[in-house]
C-alpha cells in the first residue's frame, strides 16, 4: 500500500487561477520525498492539501488507502492523525512552554474536555516527554517558547509533530528562516528520527544542493505542475532550468555554503 497517492489535484483560492493543476504522484512508505520549486509554485498548497488544511478544488488525495476528500467529521480527524505537520513560522504558543505546545500533537487522541481543561493522563505525558528526548529539548520542556532560538523553536515543533505518532510527516519550509549550519543540523535530525522511526517524509525545500543531499526522491514545481520527478542525481542544470523558467531564481538557493 502506497503511503500517499495524489491524483489530477487541482486548487485554486476564491475561483481565481489554478495554483496547482493536475499534480499526480504516489509516495512510498518509508520514502523521503523533497518538493522543490520557486516561491509561489504551489509547493505550500500543496502540503496544506495533503493534510486537509486547505480543501483542493477537485482531484483525489489517498493516504495509506484512505480518500480523504470523501471523509468528514470524526473519521477525517482520525485520517489526520497519521500526518505531523512542521511549519516554516513553527507556529507555537510563544507564551506558554516547550511542554504545553507538545501536548498539543496530542489533543486528536483526547476529549475536547480534557483538551479545555489542559487535563492529560501521565501516558499522554510521557508521549510528550519522548518526543522531547527524541529533537535533544527534553531538558527546555519548562522553559518559555519565546525565550529560545529559532533552531530550537524548529526542534519544539518536529517534537510536537512526533507527539502525534505520525506515520507521514509534512515539512512545509521546515528550515528556510534558519542559518546554513541549522539547515543541515534540522535535516540531520529530520531525516535520522523518520529513518528510525520508519515514517514518511514530504518535505518542501528552496534549497537546490540541501535538496540533492537529504532527498531521496525530488519532485520539481512549476506553476502548479510537475515537471521533474526522479532522484537527486539525475537533476542537472537543464532540470533545474525547468523547474525554475529558466530564470536565475535557483542561484539564490542554490550557492548557499551547507
Known sequence: MKAIEVRRLYHSYNDSE??????DFDVEPGEV???LGSSGAGKSTLLRCLNFLVKPTRGEILLEGQDILCCSGKKLYQVRRKMGMIFQEFNLINRTSVLENVMLGRLGYNSTLRSVLNWFPPSE???AWESLEKVG???YAYEIVANLSGGERQRVGIARALSQKPRILLADEPVSN???KLMVEIMDLLVKICASEGLTLVASLHFV???KRYAGRLIGIREGAVVFDDHPSLLGKREVDEIY???KEWILYGETEI
Not at 18 to 23: K, N, T, W
Open 33 to 35: 520525498v523533497v518538493l
Open 245 to 247: 523558467g529558466g530564470t
Open 125 to 127: 505525558y510521557e508521549v
Open 178 to 180: 534558519l542559518d546554513p
Open 209 to 211: 544542493e540541501l535538496a
Open 18 to 23: 489554478f495554483i496547482l493543476r493536475g499534480i
Open 137 to 139: 529539548m527534553a531538558g
